[in-house]
């Protein structure tokens, strides 16, 4: 395959809420360009996109998965991303690499809350967004119901560019607005029969277009000057008034579609053609690894090679596979470039075009492109790989904390080992998911966005890596922390028949306010303390913080202050002063008033309006403080804040009061003190506990 230029490149992501028909509207467009034979189906797994056994199983997109096609002598990659909120990250990480977003709408449901967020996000990137208004084939699909919703919330650089033709079930085709055509569809091959607008809907029509002339006309000043002067702009000047405002995201426009009758897909390729390109979308910011300055890096297929790594999974036949995009020079099958995570060089073995799980060997990938290498050595996601010549760093995509966690042990004993390396190389696959062992519990402990998101990971390592493990109650991470300020001496005195042991400190600690986390002030003067031991004392104190007085939890926002102390010219030594130091806190910690505290939740619930009042109901019961509401269309919206340890049966009961159709979202806002009443019990949990070990 020749080497494709990145002006004739255009990369978007689809992205959406859950149940949208995204991934039925990439197999639409795969199967009209011909990339696709057949027109696939998510319900019977016949996808290009959601091949994943998990996908099929609960029929929704799990991982962002690549697709390309060629339509009018360009490429297009599709990057099909979930939306289920337990997956958003997937998206949300895509928006990096991509010169567009294709926001696909249900046309029933309208806008809903992740249509929003990914929308936002979109435009806070300056990524422009183009939407799909899918499923107008459906009964209560309207259209200008859609477009009124999408410009409440989103203003008026919402603008259609075609209009339906027909409604619900007679829905046949689209009125091109442009063009100024109708486009009959018949069959599934995607591709319209233009015909005149129908008499009833030239005025519509023609109202829609002088809104279209206006907000594409702005976009340049040639354009302007001559549409005020005549009130006309020929097809073409319409065409390229459209593309420098979607560029410069003041216009998103908006097509109607039905993906899984295949209609409309025609015009919404050409439509993919009016997004920026990457030379249109012009150099992307990074950092020298040289000096630390600030570079940009423009999409020259000959200037040093640079890549971002936004992707990893692993391939059952090629081991780990990396999703790249490269935004300078090209690569080809042998190509060494240096890992700015690692320092390490890498040399690119396969190049990869992806379409879907299939695989097609290239020998070479130019700036502008998205591809997949196999088999590199030590790279991962975030990671950017460059010319050693020019090494630089792409910004990474934070992931947010983990929202919950569950504690897991193997089904078969001596299968620990096998889990542990499992879940090492899913997390590698998948960022979003945390593995770690707690001291405190002896647990290992598995953490994610959501439940619905530990319950794949568990599949997927039972599958994989045929283990299979157990899912405890999930595991609250309380901390502790104190109220007033307290001072102690910790004095560690142990002679035997040789050399003794001595130490010999006095700390004061104070709280600090909430979500400060941990200060250590040095107030020795006149050698008190010898310098050299003074990080002793720190070290034993800091091992003593994690497992507080209350009930064995991490202590948090305290100031300690290191301020005299003692010590003998032979015996003292630093293990001597670190025992020294977790003495002293610790008396000075039962004298601070010490308390338990509890992590607290944003949440984000989503259901019908008639479950309004059930759902508000039960999060009062769960100690939820409301934080606001609105409504979006047939669904409502609730935010409020709630203690973790309250949401860790939520899911179930959501499902169970909304009929299943109700979904949460939520993230770690703060810590606040335990009510008495409450702590006790936890406490008596973890004496409990700890008189069992």
């Not at 023609?206 to 005020?228: G, H, N, P, Q, W």
Request: net charge negative; proline share 5%; glycine share 8%.
């Amino acid at each position: 395959m020749a080497l494709v230029g990145p002006d004739r490149i255009r990369n978007i992501a689809v992205v959406g809420h859950r149940g949208a028909g995204k991934t039925s509207l990439v197999e639409a467009l795969l199967y009209t360009t011909g990339a696709k034979n057949r027109l696939g189906s998510v319900m019977d797994g016949t996808a290009t996109t959601d091949h994943d056994e998990d996908e099929i199983k609960r029929q929704m997109t799990i991982a962002a998965a690549l697709a390309h096609v060629d339509w009018g002598g360009h490429k297009i990659n599709l990057l099909d991303t979930p939306g289920e909120a337990s997956f958003i990250n997937e998206a949300l990480g895509t928006l990096a690499v991509v010169e567009a977003a294709l926001v696909v709408v249900n046309a029933v449901a309208k806008v809903e809350v992740q249509t929003e967020r990914l929308w936002k996000r979109a435009r806070d990137m300056a990524v422009p967004r183009l939407a799909v208004v899918n499923m107008m084939d459906r009964e209560r699909a309207d259209f200008s119901d859609v477009m009124d919703a999408l410009q409440a919330r989103f203003g008026d650089e919402v603008v259609a560019v075609a209009l339906p033709l027909g409604r619900e079930a007679q829905f046949e085709g689209v009125i091109d607005l442009v063009a100024m055509k109708a486009c009959s569809y018949s069959g599934a091959t995607g591709k319209g029969a233009e015909r005149p607008i129908p008499d009833e809907l030239v005025s519509a029509a023609e109202k829609a277009r002088e809104v279209l002339l206006d907000r594409a006309a702005e976009a340049d000043d040639t354009l302007l000057e001559k549409y005020l002067e005549t009130g006309e702009l020929t097809s073409d000047e319409l065409l390229a008034g459209l593309r420098a405002a979607v560029a410069a995201g003041t216009l998103s426009p908006v097509i109607p579609v039905a993906a899984t009758k295949n209609i409309g897909s025609d015009r919404l390729l050409e439509l993919l053609l009016s997004v920026p390109s990457p030379v249109a979308r012009g150099p992307r910011k990074a950092t020298s690894m040289t000096d630390g300055s600030e570079v940009e890096i423009a999409p020259e297929v000959g200037a040093p090679a640079s890549l971002f790594v936004f992707k990893t999974i692993y391939d059952q036949f090629a081991g780990r596979v990396n999703l790249v995009r490269i935004f300078s020079g090209k690569i080809a099958t042998d190509t060494q470039l240096v890992n700015d995570r690692t320092g390490d060089k890498e040399r690119t073995g396969n190049i990869l075009l992806m379409q879907g799980k299939e695989t097609k060997a290239i020998e070479e990938a130019g700036a502008g492109d998205i591809v997949a290498l196999a088999k590199l050595k030590d790279t991962g996601t975030g990671d950017t790989l460059s010319d050693p010549a020019r090494p630089v760093r792409f910004p990474r995509y934070e992931f947010p904390p983990a929202a919950i966690s569950f504690a897991i042990s193997p089904k078969t004993r001596g299968d620990e080992e096998k889990v542990s390396n499992g879940l090492k190389r899913l997390s590698e696959e998948d960022p979003a998911m945390e593995v770690r062992f707690d001291p405190q519990t002896k647990e290992m402990l598995i953490s994610g966005t959501s439940q619905v998101h530990v319950e794949v990971i568990l599949d997927r390592l039972k599958r994989r890596f045929g283990v299979e493990v157990e899912l405890h109650p999930p595991q609250v991470p309380y901390r502790e922390t104190i109220r007033k300020k307290a001072t102690a001496q910790g004095r560690h005195k142990k002679q035997t028949g040789g050399r003794g042991q001595f130490g010999d400190c006095w700390i004061e600690i104070e709280p600090l306010p909430r979500g400060a986390g941990y200060q250590f002030e040095d107030a020795i003067f006149g050698g008190a303390i010898p310098r050299n031991f003074i990080p002793a004392v720190e070290k034993g104190i800091l091992e003593a913080m994690e497992h507080g007085v209350v009930a064995g939890y991490p202590v948090v926002d305290v100031k300690v202050k290191l301020y005299d102390g003692s010590y003998h010219p032979v015996d003292s030594s630093e293990l001597a002063f670190k025992l020294a130091g977790a003495l002293a806190w610790n008396k000075a910690m039962t004298e601070a008033s010490p308390v338990l505290l509890e992590p607290v939740m944003n949440v984000e619930v989503i259901a019908p309006e008639e479950n309004m009042g059930d759902i508000m109901g039960d999060l009062s019961s769960r100690r939820g403080r409301p934080q606001g509401s609105e409504s979006m269309g047939e669904m409502h919206v609730i935010r409020a804040q709630v203690p973790l340890a309250e949401m860790l049966t939520y899911a179930a009961q959501l499902r169970s009061m909304t009929g299943g159709r109700g979904s949460f979202t939520m993230e770690f806002d703060h810590y606040e003190e335990v009510p008495p009443h409450l702590a006790e019990k936890i406490i008596a949990e973890a004496k409990a506990r700890k008189a069992a070990e």
